[in-house]
């Protein structure tokens, strides 16, 4: 044997360690049952694909970042960057085959060759949800609803769903007469949250007028309720419109279904330069805002554009699991440790291993998650093998039992064994005991 | 806007339409439900590793196969082809961290620019359990029982699980003299199924004499029974063994299962080149034969010896979804398309979403899966939106309900109305049709 090669990983990618591997399967579980509770339904698309899909013909600020090689054949491949861009190329290629409206749901591993600092990652997992092919309010509603069931559902309080609509802002921006800056001003506004009001002014004074920027950060700053911010907002932009409407439309609905307190009217939201062109929305933890945004999204006119001559208006939602994760941690929600399973059989003779494998079966077919220590050892290391994997309860059969035909059912938790127990009454003390 | 861009996917590559992937995801639940429920943990590692990590540092068969390139900081990266050298990686990185035995599952898509042709895929998932840190027939058996458990579970019936073991195989041919030839003759054997025993004959005939030859096609053929088949294995391996022993040991707890008609002794069964050393074992269905192995794998005796001088043996088990799906579907059991709703809210008239946001909610509350058609077209449309969803119940709120406080529900597969309900009633008959 030659050196050994050490077992390293790339920067900026993880391996996940079983308890929090469980949790996150547990979270997209949620999610994903979130997402069917409203009728959506799963695609998959390949990690892998043409540059040219990806990328378009031109190039972007997104380049540098995408994983781009030549494969065997000298195809232009990279690594998908986001489920958006594949979402749009398979309503494309499958126009035939789906149905409109189409509710889809796609949850799925991203990469990103960005800078790792700040605890970035390069391969992560984006859940997204959406509803493309009709433009209407109650389809951003109900984008809206399953974000805040998800969160209801992770047992997450205090959820703040901050929305606003791109069309006002534009209107706004007409009316003030500068328009032709709006990507730098979007750039600005979009840093507000981080930089605040002061930098954010400097920033908009070198781009407009002093009384332009003024104006600008006035717009954007919610006022004491939704009524009056949208007032506000519209005062500004020149009056109501379609978009104002929509929006005192969705809020009103969030009032009608008792959601209202989690709907804010928010006007800095923009979602930058994202292709957005109705309601955009971010979602904030009250107990730590600090994290930024753990969804966001919005309505888009166009979503497959680049690859077919079909107009898809669009509203989704995306949620970065591993910022929810990293907020759950700090929350305290991911501590608890799951059990492992329910019940573990310890291996106290080897020559009994046919009863403890039926022991087990027993038990899983009671509906419990069992497993047997595959080997004679003391039984120091099999109890701290089940508790690094949290079981709550173990049997016990030793010579001595297996010669009265009885079972030791040992509580783990509260270190109590309760013998002399026939199988059938082992399954029904464990029942009361774990339930 | 330019020249459209073709919405093509690379060869070997797949998009996956909804009810497909809904039913894949179903088997994939399905699997880790018995790996849970075996007390298996889940953990995940990256998609992307240096290149010698899943390597080495020399090259072999697979090298041409593995999607290889250099990073934006000059790494030189691959995608994974298995699951298995990531896991030995996995092993030696986090020993501190983990705990023996270690049994652990672990899914994921796996890369390898194979020839296309035969319906073989670029990109496809991989279903992995293994318990390492043990070298015990308990252990062997766990990882049979759970593969025994998935197709129960997954409603196959008939399957025939085979199993050998290497041991015995190689002592046979070092009993016969020609253990040097051990490569060459394992592949060979492991064409048998493809080829037939005549053709294999040949190719032994071309490694060793005519009488050797007769001799290891001997070997490999199964006999009336298991017991028989175990004795003709000792006697041409020149005598029992642990191996043998561990044989018998397993068949006979599969016999005290209840099981023992799944399990059969196959000395055909070698797995070829890999790296196994104790019992090995494929998994065929009675009904399609000939799709070949749905589930395979092994006991191997030092799991991570590229990374750390700790040996770990262990036992796992490989499930191919790809392969499963398509036995699946050709015994048509993926056909049953199943619904992506319980109930949709139809829309009558825009001025009545509050009202339709509501009984959907009410009805999700209710636990049920629910949507909202989320504009007003003609109903002719939005039933046919249902069909395609295979949605059973339909919920009616126009104009004239609305006016006495009443909905209508609608069994859409029976194409019968319930009028005059409130949403209690609603709820109540929803539960009767769809239970």
Redesign the interface.
């Known amino acids: 044997?030659?050196?050994?090669?050490?077992?390293?990983?790339?920067?900026g990618?993880?391996?996940?360690?079983?308890?929090q591997?469980?949790a996150?399967?547990k979270i997209l579980e949620t999610i994903e049952e979130v997402c069917?509770?409203?009728?959506?339904?799963?695609?998959?698309?390949?990690?892998?694909?043409?540059s040219?899909?990806l990328l378009?013909?031109g190039g972007g600020e997104t380049d540098?970042q995408v994983?781009q090689?030549?494969?065997?054949?000298g195809?232009d491949?990279a690594?998908r960057f986001d489920l958006t861009v594949p979402f749009a190329?398979?309503m494309?290629?499958?126009s035939r085959?789906?149905?409109l409206?189409f509710?889809?749901y796609h949850f799925g591993?991203v990469?990103r060759?960005e800078n790792t600092q700040k605890g970035r990652y390069r391969?992560f997992m984006q859940c997204d949800f959406d509803?493309v092919g009709?433009d209407?309010?109650?389809?951003d509603?109900?984008i809206l609803?399953m974000m805040h069931?998800a969160f209801t559902q992770l047992g997450i309080r205090g959820v703040e769903i901050r929305l606003s609509h791109r069309g006002i802002f534009n209107r706004f921006l007409d009316h003030l007469g500068v328009r032709e800056n709006s990507v730098e001003i979007l750039r600005s506004v979009d840093k507000l949250k981080k930089i605040g009001r002061e930098k954010t002014l400097d920033l908009l004074r070198s781009l407009v007028s002093a009384e332009q920027a003024e104006s600008i950060l006035s717009f954007i700053t919610p006022r004491d309720s939704n009524a009056e911010t949208l007032a506000a907002m519209e005062d500004l932009a020149g009056g109501p419109g379609e978009d104002s409407g929509r929006v005192s439309t969705i809020l009103?609905?969030a009032d009608?279904?008792g959601l209202g307190s989690s709907f804010i009217l928010d006007p800095s939201i923009t979602r930058g330069l994202d292709y957005y062109t109705g309601i955009v929305y971010e979602t904030f933890l009250q107990e730590i805002p600090e994290i930024g945004s753990v969804c966001s999204g919005g309505r888009y006119n166009n979503l497959?554009?680049?690859?077919?001559?079909e107009q898809l208006p669009g509203v989704g939602s995306s949620i970065g699991l591993d910022r929810l994760v990293a907020a759950l941690e700090e929350l305290g929600r991911l501590e608890d440790q799951s059990s492992?399973?329910d019940v573990?059989v310890f291996?106290m003779d080897?020559s009994l291993?046919?009863q403890?494998?039926?022991v087990a079966?027993a038990f899983?077919d009671a509906g419990?998650?069992?497993?047997?220590?595959?080997?004679n050892r003391k039984l120091g290391p099999q109890f701290?093998?089940a508790e690094?994997?949290h079981?709550p309860l173990g049997i016990i059969l030793g010579e001595e039992e297996h010669s009265r035909g009885t079972l030791q059912l040992r509580d783990l938790r509260q270190r109590q064994s309760i013998p002399g127990l026939s199988l059938e009454e082992a399954l029904a003390r464990a029942t009361e005991l774990i339930s």
């Open positions: 044997m030659g050196d050994l090669i050490q077992p390293r990983v790339l920067k990618f993880r391996d996940v360690l079983p308890d591997e469980a996150r399967r069917t509770t409203f009728g959506f339904v799963p695609i998959d698309t390949p990690a892998l694909e043409y040219e899909v378009g013909k540098k994983y090689f030549s494969d065997h054949g195809r491949v690594l190329r398979y494309a290629a499958h085959e789906l149905y409206p509710k889809r591993k990469y060759g391969e509803c009709v209407s309010p109650a389809a509603m109900e609803l069931r009103s609905w009608s279904l497959a554009g680049l690859y077919t001559k492992a399973a573990i291996c080897d291993m046919a403890y494998l039926g079966q899983r419990f998650r069992a497993e047997v220590y595959p080997e701290s093998y690094k994997k079981i």
